[in-house]
């Protein structure tokens, strides 16, 4: 069963750049949708962005224009670059499947944007 590591959180003032990135245990070629998930403090964990193996994408209203997801199919890694940050995007970052898959919930990196 994959795995997935995230990392790349950090705290960032509003305004600023966080690029996350999720390494898996495995290929993900054969996987058609990648998605980055968050959770807020006191809120579920909600769907930010979804990577399909063709290459479209989806973006939660609320990210969308600042935040861009890609996927490197050689390295086994998503990415999520995280522009024009805002306090209100403050939470836990998850990398999974979309649909998501029980297993592969990781421990989630850290993000904190400070106003």
């Known amino acids: 069963q994959v795995q997935v590591v995230e990392s790349g959180g950090g705290l960032v003032q509003a305004g600023g750049s966080l690029r996350l990135s999720c390494a898996a245990s495995e290929s993900i070629f054969s996987i058609n949708g990648m998605g980055w998930y968050r959770q807020a403090p006191g809120k579920q964990r909600e769907l930010v962005a979804v990577?399909?193996?063709?290459?479209?994408?989806n973006y939660a209203d609320s990210v969308k224009g600042r935040f861009f997801i890609s996927r490197d199919n050689a390295k086994n890694t998503v990415y999520l670059q995280m522009n024009s940050l805002k306090p209100e995007d403050t939470g836990v970052y998850y990398c999974?499947?979309?649909?998501?898959?029980?297993?592969?919930w990781g421990q989630g990196t850290q993000v904190t944007v400070s106003s």
């Open positions: 999974n499947t979309f649909p998501a898959r029980g297993y592969m």
């Open positions: 990577i399909y193996s063709g290459g479209n994408t």
